[in-house]
């Protein structure tokens, strides 16, 4: 992107996500999707952002003026959240999960986490009337560890609109409750020399 598309895009992610990041756009088509990166972003917090937009209008100026001009989003179809956790599953699929899961000092087993975590994210969103959200679990190469996106949708014939959209850093709160949850059930080992 040139430089003004960078600003432009920059102003946009932060109207929606808050201002308090760096968003470099790595990928999309202009007024229907877009992949974000957010830069800085550390483990259990929003590194990447896939945005499809749903609806676009006139903008306010263009509407007051009646002038042909810029548009603005109305709506986005889903909002995907990102973030990297070290991985809580084995990287093979021949060994049994709950003995690998036992070797890592987890107090618990797998689905056990697993459907705990997607509690919490049904939690998040059980008192909108507006949107949703769920939790995806991706296999990631090269380093062990995961991804989670949590995808953001609206309910059937109700849309996301842009001031609906939780900022970047209502999402890495939750995330980091995430993180706690996983922390909790990992046992506690005795300090050596203790």
């Known amino acids: 992107m040139s430089g003004n598309l960078n600003n432009q895009a920059q102003y946009f992610l932060e109207e929606i996500f808050g201002k ?3 968003y470099e756009v790595v990928d999309g088509y202009y007024g229907d999707y877009m992949d974000v990166w957010v830069e800085g972003a550390k483990d259990y917090e929003v590194k990447e952002l896939h945005i499809e937009i749903g609806g676009w209008q006139p903008s306010r100026f263009q509407r007051e003026c009646s002038t042909a001009g810029s548009q603005e989003v109305v709506s986005f179809d889903v909002i995907g959240a990102g973030s990297f956790f070290p ?3 084995p990287e093979e699929y021949d060994i049994d999960v709950d003995e690998w899961f036992s070797s890592k000092d987890y107090d618990c087993s797998y689905d056990e986490i697993w459907n ?3 509690a919490k994210v049904r939690e998040w969103y059980e008192n909108s009337d507006w949107m949703e959200s769920e939790l995806e679990y991706l296999e990631h190469g090269g380093r062990e560890g995961c991804s989670f996106m949590l995808n953001l949708k609206p309910l059937p014939a109700d849309t996301i609109e842009p001031h609906n959209v939780p900022k970047l850093d209502e999402i890495n709160d939750f995330l980091k409750e995430l993180k706690e949850i996983i922390d909790s059930h ?5 300090k050596k020399g203790s």
């Open 186 to 190: 990992k046992k506690k080992t005795a």
């Open 20 to 22: 308090n990041h760096k």
């Open 87 to 89: 991985s809580i599953s």
């Open 116 to 118: 705990e975590l997607e």
